[in-house]
């Protein structure tokens, strides 16, 4: 009993290390009110708001090194992208229409020399229920979305491979 009370003790600090006594909750408007910071937030978008537009700017208003995003809520109209792994292919968009739960959200933002990018993708769901998921290329929030960003304290870069055009992830 006493091994598995400091397994869950144990499991649970990382959780506490975050928690906070009074959340940071912003939306798109005050993201310069957590310029710098190391500590997560909600970002909390509205209707109409544009879902990685809004994510990517919130970042540049914190100036934040990079960090990494989860989410849920509604969208609009959202159009997901499927990449091959040939270079040489376009990546296949497509457009749902209608409003679909965000059922989940997943990604991170970098910024190289001032240049910010936004890299999601998203679960979504119909209204029977029925799922779909790939990397977000654009979307509308529909009522509302909530987006945790987990700022890094040290930056993340991106680099253009040449042989793809993709640029990934290089420290």
Do not use: W
């Not at 798109?28 to 537009?53: A, M, R, W, Y």
């Not at 209204?127 to 998921?133: E, L, Q, R």
């Amino acid at each position: 009993m006493l091994k598995k009370a400091l397994s869950i003790a144990l499991l649970s600090i990382p959780f506490m290390a975050y928690a906070q006594e009074n959340p940071i909750v912003v939306n798109k408007g005050s993201c310069n009110k957590v310029v710098h910071t190391t500590q997560p937030f909600i970002l909390v978008l509205n209707s109409g708001d544009n879902l990685l537009e809004s994510i990517t700017q919130c970042a540049r208003d914190a100036k934040l090194t990079s960090a990494s995003i989860s989410g849920l809520g509604q969208l609009h109209n959202p159009t997901l992208a499927y990449f091959t792994s040939n270079p040489q292919d376009k990546p296949t968009l497509t457009t749902m229409k209608g409003y679909y739960e965000l059922a989940s959200l997943n990604g991170n933002i970098t910024n190289n020399e001032n240049q910010y990018y936004t890299h999601a993708h998203a679960v979504l769901a119909d209204k029977k229920f029925h799922g779909i998921a790939g990397h977000v290329n654009d979307a509308e929030v529909g009522l509302t979305a909530e987006i945790t960003i987990v700022p890094f304290a040290a930056p993340v870069q991106r680099t253009v491979d040449p042989k793809t055009g993709f640029g990934p992830i290089v420290h």
